[in-house]
């Protein structure tokens, strides 16, 4: 027995959707997305998204990685094993700059690679592929089955409205 | 419209503008008019196909590269030892640590691409970025190979890092050498994941058109289950935006302390504070270098002409004569400041360098990289492919002798005569070589069948959605 899991809305120009997505806000749904081959610039906007909140992850990282730079060679070079290089100082500062700044973007960076994905539920090894052209040449509009109050009949006329070229019904064997 | 007539200068549209005027358009950065769905086709379509002859070829001839250079390593180095290359008193450091710069140089080129032009907005950076990206992470691989089979005991190489162990041994962190570590693994680990950043949903563009299930696995697992969603792309756009700001200075620093090995030393020729921006340009020009003798075979053999231009081959060689040019002058104000220091030493190695036993190598090396570029003032030279494909080759080699001078010249002659010695490449330093070509060729002919090789999804966010299908009708003849 398939489950209607949403309706979908498949667009060919990107300016569409971005039309569509903002009508869609105004409706306050919990489950709808927008599905792109690439990244379409005003589609935050339109869906009422805010800037990513991405660079406060990297940058706490990065301060994790320059703490951890200094500690590293402060302790080794200073306190666990002090040993005498030509006469420089034990904790000689400046030459613990470059592993400083290199831990700093290793961290950031790693963190940053990872905080994309993580925080979209990936890696996911069965993920829901509404329709395969929305990783190549068509722009969709998917509003969720499980919102309150959905109306099949209702979301299909909302989104005809909207221009959609197709509206679709996506559905999966429930378990 | 074929691709010869495009000379790349701004077309004039009659009757195009807003007030119904004259309009000024740039050249297309994708040729023919191409449809999303058609530069998906032409991208994938090599990864979806038997390989054709040339690539066979190459990959025959890169795979015996490959083994010779894997066979020196084992039998010579690791069986034998260090007797089976050249390497003696007084050069210590041979070919090993000239080739370990050479590759980490071409990395460079990579990460500017990919990086330092996403921040300053150069467009054209999508259709050659990925490919530029894998030769950065290809060449700091066989970069890494050379340092460790210059240690001796490959096997002990792990020493290097600060763990804590039995022995209670640190690594100097005053030293150089304990910094490149540390700055090579973060370059290395940091293009990686910026490249697989941009592969992920491109990844997911090949698993949707994959029509064998074990292709479809494959590409599915690859891609980690991206499915476009505009809930993560947001979050895609900024880390790629962080990335290449985190990427940028890490480039500069990776080359800056490639040379702080040499320029912290008290060695003449290599004590200079000229070395850090020096190198970092010399990296950069022979990166850019190889970045085209690898685009010219490959957009005519994956038929990517459309998205590999001539104008991205011409922006190409305009960078290699600015950066020609400023290796030419480090090169001259080198000798400058070798006569301005008043010192001995300092004066003699720099004649030496130019006039002493290795001034073929230096002469390869001066003409080659201040020289040769300099034909790229003429527009129809920058976009000849024979001669920018012959120039590339030449950049390489230039590049590759501008390490052996520094390294060679200042090691055999340094302070007192009874000192003194050659540096003869031994056929194992010869087959390291030559082979580490075949291993890095052998790893982006690979990369060729099996990764889409120009960013699909970026090259669409570039390209106008009303440009597609239409442009060919709307302007019917040369009309760009």
Redesign the interface.
Known sequence: MSELRGIYGVFR???DLIHA?SKTTERNYESW?????????G??PA?G?S??W??WV?LTFAMIGLTTAVT??VT??GF??P?N?GG?PFI?FP??V??M???S??F???S??F???L????????????D??????RF?LWIGADNEGFDPDEVKQFIQELGADEVLEHREDSE | MAVEQVYGTPVLNEKKGPLGGPRWDREPLVLNGRTFHQITEDVCAPLERMPSLPWIIAFGFALLGAAIFGSVIVSGTLFTGMGMHGVNHPTGWGVHIVNFVFWIGIGHAGTLISAVLFLFRQKWRTGVNRSAEAMTIFAVMTAGVFPAVHVGRAWFVYWMLPYPNHRYLWPNFNSPLVWDIFAISTYATISIFFWYMGLVPDFATVRDRAIHPLRKKIYGLLSLGWTGSNRAWRHWEIACLILSGLATPLVLSVHTIVSFDFATSIVPGWHATIFPPYFVVGAIFSGFGMTLTLLIPMRSWLKLEDYITMNHLEATNKILLATGMIVGFAYSTEFFMAAYSGSHWEGFIFRNRAFGTYWWAYWIMFSCNAFVPQIFWFKKMRRSIPVMFVVSLLVNVGMWFERYVIIVTSLTQDFLPQNWGLYVMSPFDWGLTIGSFGWFFMFFLLYCRTFPTVAIAEVKSVHNPDDGAGVAAQHPQGAH
């Open positions: 120009h990107p300016d997505a997305d927008c599905f792109t081959p690439y990244p379409v610039h589609l935050d869906m998204l800037r990513s991405l660079p990297t590293l060679q080794i070079m666990n094993w040993m290089f420089r000689a030459d613990f470059p592993i700044f290199e831990l973007v290793l950031g960076g790693l940053t690679f905080g994309v994905f925080s979209q539920g990936m890696p996911n090894l069965k993920p829901t592929i509404i395969k052209r929305f990783t190549d040449d969709g």
